[in-house]
Protein backbone atom coordinates (compact mmCIF):
# COMPACT_ATOMS: atom_id res chain seq x y z
CA UNK A 1 0.00 0.00 0.00
CA UNK A 2 1.49 3.15 -0.90
CA UNK A 3 1.20 6.60 0.74
CA UNK A 4 -1.74 7.92 -1.04
CA UNK A 5 -3.42 4.44 -0.41
CA UNK A 6 -2.66 5.40 3.32
CA UNK A 7 -3.55 8.73 3.05
CA UNK A 8 -7.07 8.28 1.86
CA UNK A 9 -7.42 5.03 4.42
CA UNK A 10 -7.18 7.54 7.01
CA UNK A 11 -9.43 9.97 5.56
CA UNK A 12 -11.79 7.39 5.12
CA UNK A 13 -11.46 5.89 8.44
CA UNK A 14 -11.94 9.52 10.17
CA UNK A 15 -14.84 10.44 8.09
CA UNK A 16 -16.11 7.18 9.73
CA UNK A 17 -15.32 7.73 13.11
CA UNK A 18 -16.75 11.59 12.75
CA UNK A 19 -19.68 9.97 11.67
CA UNK A 20 -20.29 7.48 14.08
CA UNK A 21 -19.88 9.86 16.81
CA UNK A 22 -22.90 12.07 15.46
CA UNK A 23 -24.62 9.10 15.28
CA UNK A 24 -23.86 8.39 19.03
CA UNK A 25 -24.93 11.94 19.60
CA UNK A 26 -28.16 11.47 18.17
CA UNK A 27 -29.22 8.27 19.71
CA UNK A 28 -28.00 9.92 23.17
CA UNK A 29 -30.46 12.91 22.09
CA UNK A 30 -33.54 10.78 21.42
CA UNK A 31 -32.40 8.89 25.18
CA UNK A 32 -32.72 12.13 26.81
CA UNK A 33 -35.91 13.35 25.29
CA UNK A 34 -37.23 10.03 26.75
CA UNK A 35 -35.75 10.75 30.09
CA UNK A 36 -37.47 14.32 30.29
CA UNK A 37 -40.80 12.53 28.97
CA UNK A 38 -40.58 10.49 31.73
CA UNK A 39 -39.33 12.78 34.28
CA UNK A 40 -42.73 15.28 33.30
CA UNK A 41 -45.21 12.36 33.96
CA UNK A 42 -42.88 11.46 37.34
CA UNK A 43 -43.82 15.24 38.50
CA UNK A 44 -47.10 14.53 38.62
CA UNK A 45 -46.67 11.31 40.77
CA UNK A 46 -44.32 13.43 43.41
CA UNK A 47 -41.66 10.97 42.55
CA UNK A 48 -38.72 13.44 43.94
CA UNK A 49 -35.66 10.54 44.34
CA UNK A 50 -36.43 9.37 41.11
CA UNK A 51 -36.76 12.43 39.30
CA UNK A 52 -33.45 13.62 40.69
CA UNK A 53 -31.88 10.50 39.28
CA UNK A 54 -32.91 11.22 35.80
CA UNK A 55 -31.96 14.84 36.49
CA UNK A 56 -29.10 13.47 36.86
CA UNK A 57 -28.70 11.16 34.19
CA UNK A 58 -29.94 13.98 31.57
CA UNK A 59 -27.52 16.38 32.63
CA UNK A 60 -24.47 13.87 32.04
CA UNK A 61 -26.30 12.50 28.68
CA UNK A 62 -26.20 16.62 27.65
CA UNK A 63 -22.97 16.91 28.71
CA UNK A 64 -22.06 13.49 26.00
CA UNK A 65 -24.14 14.84 23.52
CA UNK A 66 -22.31 18.05 23.22
CA UNK A 67 -18.73 16.29 23.26
CA UNK A 68 -19.74 14.29 20.75
CA UNK A 69 -21.33 16.89 18.23
CA UNK A 70 -18.62 19.35 18.50
CA UNK A 71 -16.59 19.13 16.20
CA UNK A 72 -13.42 20.83 18.26
CA UNK A 73 -13.21 17.59 19.83
CA UNK A 74 -13.64 15.28 16.90
CA UNK A 75 -10.28 12.99 16.43
CA UNK A 76 -7.64 14.68 13.75
Keep these: MDER ?3 LRRKRDLAEAIGARRQAADMLLQASQLISRAHRKLSYNKSDDIQLRLT ?3 MELDEK ?12
Design 65 to 76: IEILQDPESDPN
Design 5 to 7: DKE
Design 56 to 58: MIK
